[in-house]
Structure formats: structure tokens, C-alpha cells
């Protein structure tokens, strides 16, 4: 396997040339979606989807096109994330965000643009597999793994939860409805990317359920690192802006069950990310680096 910075050159690489061409009169949404494609971040979904692919001997060149689109969902959900009407936050990747650059109305449609144009990726990609009918049940069930992440049973069901939720209802059951949200806005779309990976490979039913777990277990412990570092890092480091959830109320897992906890179920997650890696021994090394920076991470 390759390591991080050979998976996310890759990304990077391609990442602009599936962004569509757009009409001169509509420049400037084009210029929006790339202004937050392009500025910065891990890469940290497209990576493990490329990284899943290649473990269980895909062609990654075949995956990459879906390693895209699935940036351009986790963009378009930071744009979006970011408005005034969401979590009204003015630096991302420690830059302006969109809408502090492009205006509100234009930051709603890069988002928009960014979510259909994954979308016209993936159906683009399917087209070229029409010659093999199990080669296209693959993409399939990849592109469809990547599009209910992000749906209303996914990422959004969680960001309604997170908004819904700033300052609960008496008799909301908190720690239930903390599960959810971190299950949802972070989780779904961390899984996403192994799923998709692995459907592309022709990977057998058990590994892709064994990697499923391991994704639930780093994508709780991803949100719950986040909801730490909320608490803990600065702007300078994390790059957007600090104590938010604290000011808003949310139904953070540091606010709910306080450091301590959090710090303990962190540790949890991250054991048991490990566990479920550990009968592919050695062969599994890239995945049990990436569960143990995903825990250490300052960023």
C-alpha cells in the first residue's frame, strides 16, 4: 500500500479536473466551489477510500473519481456548516469561509454546486462500466454508499439533530440524542469511504463488515476528538473557530459527559478500531496508524 501523502497527491491531482465547466454568466459559483476545494484540509475521506480500494486489491485510478466527489460532498458540507444560519463561523482551513468572501447567497450555491457535481461524477463514472454488468454492480453499490451518507438518513439527519438540539427540550434524552448526532454529521461520511473503497475491489461481504466497524469506532472517536479540541486548541491550530459549541449549547460529548469521559471513550474507540484490524496483521498497518493519529491529532 501507499502511505497518506502518496493517497492524498493523488487527490489533489485530480481533484480540480472534475470540477464542470460552467457558463461565463455563472463564473462566479465556479469560483466559490473552488475557492473551498482548494483550500486545504486532510483530504482525510478520499484518502481512506483509496487507501480501502487498494487494501483489498483495487485498481485505486478506478476509485479515484469517487474519492473526488466525496471531497466535494465533505466541502460542500463545511460551506454550508459555516453560514450564518448554520454554525455562523468566519475561518475554515484558516482562511475567510465562503461566504465571508462570497457572500451568503453564492456560498448556498457552491454548496449546491459541489453536492450535484459528486453526484454527476459518479453517474458519469457508472457509464463507463455499462460493458460489464459485475463491474457496474460494484460502482453502484459504491456510488449509492456515498450519496446515503450523505442524505437525510446520514450526515444531514445528524447536522438537524446538531441544529435542533443547541438547547434541548426537557426530557430529551441527551446522551441518546449525543450518539445520534455523532453517529450521523461525522460518522456516516467517515464510513462512507471504506464501503465505497471495498465495493470497487470486489472485496468479500466479512471484510467489508469488519471495516464498517472499524469505521463506526474512528468516526464517533473523530467527532468526539473534535468536540475536545473545541475545548482545547486554539484557531491558529485547529484552523476554524474554538468554544462554539460551548456558546451555542450543543449537545457536545465533553458538555454532556465532561473531559474526563470523553477522553476515556476516545481511548475506547480507538482500542477497538485496532482490534477489528487485528487479524489482517501487518497488512494493516496504514488503518492502525490512522486510528491512532485520528486519536492524537491537534488538528
Do not use: W
Not at 72 to 93: E, G, N, Q, V
Not at 248 to 259: D, E, F, I, T
Not at 283 to 298: C, H, M, N, Q
Amino acid at each position: 500500500m501507499r502511505t497518506y501523502d502518496e493517497y492524498r497527491s493523488l487527490v489533489e491531482a485530480k481533484l480540480t479536473s472534475f470540477l464542470p465547466q460552467v457558463a461565463e454568466e455563472a463564473a462566479t459559483v465556479y469560483d466559490a466551489m473552488k475557492y473551498s476545494l482548494t483550500a486545504g484540509g486532510k483530504r482525510l475521506r478520499p484518502v481512506l477510500l483509496l487507501a480501502a480500494c487498494d487494501f483489498a486489491g483495487g485498481d485505486i485510478n478506478e476509485a479515484l473519481p469517487y474519492a473526488c466527489a466525496l471531497e466535494f460532498i465533505h466541502t460542500y458540507s463545511l460551506i454550508h456548516d459555516d453560514l450564518p444560519a448554520m454554525d455562523d463561523d468566519d475561518l475554515r482551513r484558516g482562511k475567510p469561509t465562503n461566504h465571508v468572501v462570497f457572500g451568503e447567497a453564492m456560498a448556498v450555491l457552491a454548496g449546491d454546486g459541489l453536492l450535484n457535481s459528486a453526484c454527476e461524477v459518479i453517474t458519469q463514472t457508472y457509464a463507463k462500466c455499462f460493458d460489464d454488468p459485475e463491474r457496474l454492480v460494484r460502482h453502484i453499490r459504491a456510488g449509492n454508499a456515498i450519496i446515503l451518507a450523505a442524505g437525510v438518513n446520514g450526515m444531514i439527519a445528524g447536522q438537524v439533530a446538531d441544529i435542533e438540539n443547541e438547547a434541548p427540550e426537557e426530557g430529551t434524552d441527551i446522551a441518546q440524542m449525543v450518539d445520534f448526532i455523532e453517529a450521523n454529521k461525522t460518522g456516516a461520511l467517515l464510513m462512507a469511504p471504506f464501503t465505497a473503497g471495498l465495493h470497487i475491489a470486489g472485496a468479500p461481504d466479512d471484510m467489508i463488515r469488519t471495516f464498517e466497524f472499524y469505521a463506526r469506532c474512528i468516526g464517533k472517536g473523530f467527532q468526539i476528538a473534535d468536540d475536545i479540541l473545541d475545548f482545547t486548541s486554539t484557531p491558529e491550530e485547529l484552523g476554524k473557530s474554538i468554544g462554539k459549541d460551548k456558546e451555542q449549547g450543543k449537545c457536545n460529548y465533553v458538555m454532556v459527559y465532561g473531559m474526563d469521559r470523553a477522553r476515556q471513550e476516545l481511548s475506547a474507540l480507538t482500542q477497538q478500531a485496532l482490534d477489528a484490524m487485528a487479524p489482517y496483521g501487518d497488512s494493516a498497518a496504514f488503518f492502525i496508524d490512522i486510528a491512532r493519529r485520528l486519536e492524537t491529532r491537534k488538528a
